[in-house]
């Protein structure tokens, strides 16, 4: 017994030296220090000891074990420090941890209210559940205008249809000029609603940034600047404008904006469907009647105002043509902007 115990023990002192980080440690326990390991192997062999040798050969063994216990002892505090810190492999490859990030049509919104107001605007925002003076009266809608029909509008209160879900943020724009005197300055950006199918160009729920500026002497000239300015920095510095006339109740003249594609750079491809031109806003001067109805005298002041889809820009940037992939959290699709 006693000649066993030796050689065991030269061997264990082998493999103490061979600890140096948390693996060999672990190595070494699971070798020796387990219910199959060397060490319980010892213990077991008591049992063939002859009867008279079994109280010398029992302390032997068990000064044995105590042995290898407080060598294992010394290295596992010597790795994991007697502060009981874990151990760190400083090797060993890093666990990444998964982390969220910003939804695209948030980034996107970031990013264009940080031009406009590093351009002099301020943030505006108003209620989603709007009234029709907000959503349409004072925005110089004619009360049978097609849009305030239900087939287009959702309305909050069955009872009642001068409640409803805002279906722009031109709405804000009334609540802004009604609380403020020029000069207004104004980017707002919001959630907006349609009674509309949901289909792969459009859902009943969407985003728009609205922007307004009334002061003295404001011109089309302004308005034009102010788009340009916005949509080199957003989309291309190179790009080329058209605007096209258009029409909307609550501004006169109304244009659309057109800007050379910002892919192919007018050559024609796929996100521009071929044509060479993004339409990029809706936008005008606004109406003198709208000035009238929000108490801003159209004789000293004048404005002009824009308003554009997010979700459009976004699936432009990204170059995807299904809009509801923005709203199924895909990570693939999430991760691409
Ligand atoms: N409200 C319009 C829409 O939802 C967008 C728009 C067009 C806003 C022209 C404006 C504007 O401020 O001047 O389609």
Known sequence: MREHIEQLRAVIEADLAQITNAETLEQFRLTHMVRKGTVQKLVESLRTVPVAEKPAAGSAINAFRSWVEDEFQKRKDAFEGSAGVLLVDVALPARNATRGSIH??????????????????????????????????????????????????????????????????????????????????????????????????????????????VDKGVSMADLKGTITAFAKRFYDADARFRFRTSFFPFTEPSAEVDMSCFLCKGQGCRICKHTGWLEIAGCGMVHPNVLSACGIDPEVYSGFAFGFGVERVVMMRMGIDDIRLLYQNDLRVLRQL
């Not at 943030?123 to 305030?148: I, M, Q, S």
């Not at 724009?173 to 403020?180: A, D, F, G, L, S």
């Open 104 to 213: 695209p049509i948030t980034q996107t919104v970031n990013e264009i209210v940080d031009i406009f107001t590093s351009m002099g605007f301020e943030v505006a925002d108003g209620p989603d559940v709007e009234d029709d003076t907000h959503n349409f009266e004072k925005l110089n809608f004619a009360p049978d205008h097609p849009a305030r029909d239900m087939q287009d509008t959702f309305f909050v209160d069955s009872e009642r249809n001068d409640l409803l879900l805002r279906t722009h943020t031109s709405s804000v724009q009334i609540r802004v000029m009604e609380n403020m005197q020029p000069p207004i300055r104004c980017i707002m950006p919001g959630r907006v609603y349609r009674n509309e199918a949901v289909s792969a160009r459009s859902l009943a729920e969407f985003h728009q940034v609205e922007g307004l500026y």
